[in-house]
């Protein structure tokens, strides 16, 4: 495949603000994991700086937010952006609130962000604009990335007409579709097909690129690991195959935390994660991977995916693979959404206890939305996966046990191997978290639990081993479960044995 040349640098990794990390920023003297709004602008300087990432997100969905950020990098580390400049050489990017589903009064605010940085950036003469990418999130039609555009312009001209200087207005927004729904993910081919369509429209040419995101957290919190790990895949494919019909360079990114639930991608895990995902050019490198593991390997493994992703070759699926692969979908979906339907309850009881690690906004009424399966609500999807490990029993478990049973009797197991690489490896980490008395305890309780001990048993056929700790780590991570279940039984707060067990497994969640 021919490498597309285009006139910027393209980050490999972006730091984001996602809370799943269980300890606190070496950074930090008084050594408190919660990090506050004020303190993500140290966060976003050390990453670039101490952990030498690429890009930073700046995330306006549903958290509070300190507009002044690029203001405040500029004046308080002006010395190392004006060497290493922002929006050329290392960069910013905004993830929006989605207004068609968290209303819209923030949204004006982050424009004018962007723009009064374009003021500051000229006047102290460093590269400009520092901001000028942004991601959409849930994105499911081309029309609302133009719509951003469009508004964007808008607010630029306005500002200009009012507060103006004599110099060439930045009104032209990049737009990141941030892809999370498995059914987006699968079509995702038309919505870029669809977006150019609309930008030669009203800008009389194609995007110079696109960075097309692709989710992993919450398609598999709404369609288990199976299946969001087989959408991802559809879709890198499919955005490689978009750029070879309409001529605009891609640049994939995929959301990862480190947990193979959330994709999997810690310091020790590079190498698997590079083959199984190849063909991606972005990852994040979220809190978890930046503070649970020791620094040295943190920042030896962001040096590693700085210089490997530009260099993996992406995989090309066939109809009849991406027919197949959507057989696997519903298979593998169908048993982890009625489990996790029948066992929300248990889930919601318990992430009341997993500890906060951001200023977010609650998700209801004016301020956002929150996410669920079925009629069920359920929390997002970092506390979903720290609660049920908590419990001991890793969500990357729940249907796909009864998912491969149904696969094999389809004739489908070749498929899944060409789709899920690490199928085996990820049950096998996933399974040492595994607390079997306490799955026997809950299967008492709700008829849902005794399916994922089905589960739990068919994939120990499958794989030829058994599921449960397999050093002394594990056996502790499994002890503690053991606590946090009777003490949230009896109504007692296990928080302190939550976080210990975290601390095992280098994740909250």
């Avoid at 009389?204 to 299946?227: H, M, Q, T, W």
């Avoid at 009629?375 to 970092?382: E, G, H, Q, V």
Wanted: hydrophobic content about 40%.
């Amino acid at each position: 495949m021919k490498k597309p040349q285009i006139k910027r640098k393209i980050p490999a990794t972006m730091a984001t603000q996602h809370p799943d990390n269980v300890s606190a920023p070496f950074w930090k003297e008084n050594k408190d994991p919660f990090i506050s709004t004020i303190e993500e602008v140290e966060e976003a300087f050390r990453s670039y700086r101490d952990y030498m990432c690429e890009e930073y997100m700046w995330d306006w969905e549903g958290k509070h937010v300190d507009e002044a950020v690029v203001d405040k990098l500029f004046t308080t580390y002006y010395t190392f952006f004006k060497k290493r400049q922002l929006g050329k050489d290392m960069f910013l990017t905004f993830r929006l609130p989605n207004i068609w589903l968290e209303k819209g009064y923030r949204i004006a605010r982050a424009y004018m962000a962007i723009l009064t940085s374009v003021d500051f950036s000229n006047a102290l003469k460093v590269a400009s604009p520092p901001v000028f990418e942004v991601i959409l999130p849930m994105t499911d039609k081309a029309e609302k990335l133009i719509y951003l555009q469009k508004t964007f312009a808008q607010i630029a001209k306005f500002k200009d007409k009012a507060f103006g200087e004599k110099v060439k207005v930045f009104d032209y927004l990049r737009v990141i579709p941030l892809i999370e729904g498995i059914n987006e993910l699968v079509s995702s081919k038309k919505i870029l097909l669809d977006y150019v369509r609309l930008h030669k429209k009203e800008y009389k040419s194609p995007p110079e690129y696109l960075r097309p995101f692709i989710a992993r957290s919450d398609p598999a919190l709404n369609a288990g690991l199976v299946s969001a790990t087989i959408a991802a895949k559809i879709a890198l494919s499919e955005f490689y195959k978009f750029s070879e019909e309409s001529g605009v360079p891609v640049f994939p990114i995929i959301g990862v935390g480190a947990l193979p639930f959330r994709g999997g991608l810690s310091p020790f895990t590079l190498k698997n994660f590079l083959d199984e995902y190849s063909g991606i050019r972005t990852v994040t490198i979220q809190s978890a991977f930046r503070y649970d593991y020791p620094a040295d390997e943190s920042r030896k493994a962001v040096r590693y995916l700085n210089k490997m992703l530009k260099t993996g070759t992406p995989r090309s699926y066939s109809l009849t693979d991406i027919k197949n692969g959507k057989r696997l979908i519903s298979i593998f979906s169908n048993y982890y959404c009625k489990t996790i339907e029948e066992i929300a309850g248990t889930i919601n009881s318990l992430s009341e206890h997993i500890p906060r690690r951001r200023e977010r906004m609650l998700h209801i009424g004016l301020f956002g939305y929150s996410r669920g399966i079925g009629k069920k609500r359920l929390p997002r999807a970092i506390t979903f996966t720290a609660a049920l490990y908590s419990l001991g029993i890793p969500p990357e478990l729940i249907g796909v046990g009864r998912g491969i049973r149904e696969m094999i009797k389809k004739k489908l197991d070749r498929e899944l191997k060409i789709f899920y690489k690490n199928l085996i490896p990820d049950m096998i980490m996933a399974g040492s978290y595994l607390n079997k008395e306490n799955l026997y305890f809950l299967s008492k309780t709700e008829k849902a639990w005794s399916g994922i001990a089905e589960d739990i048993k068919l994939i120990e056929e499958f794989i030829g081993r058994e599921l449960g700790p397999t050093d002394t780590r594990h056996f502790i991570h499994r002890n503690i479960t053991s606590n946090i279940y009777f003490l949230w039984k009896e109504k007692k707060d296990p928080k302190e044995q939550i976080i210990e067990a975290a601390r095992l497994r280098q994740s909250l969640g």
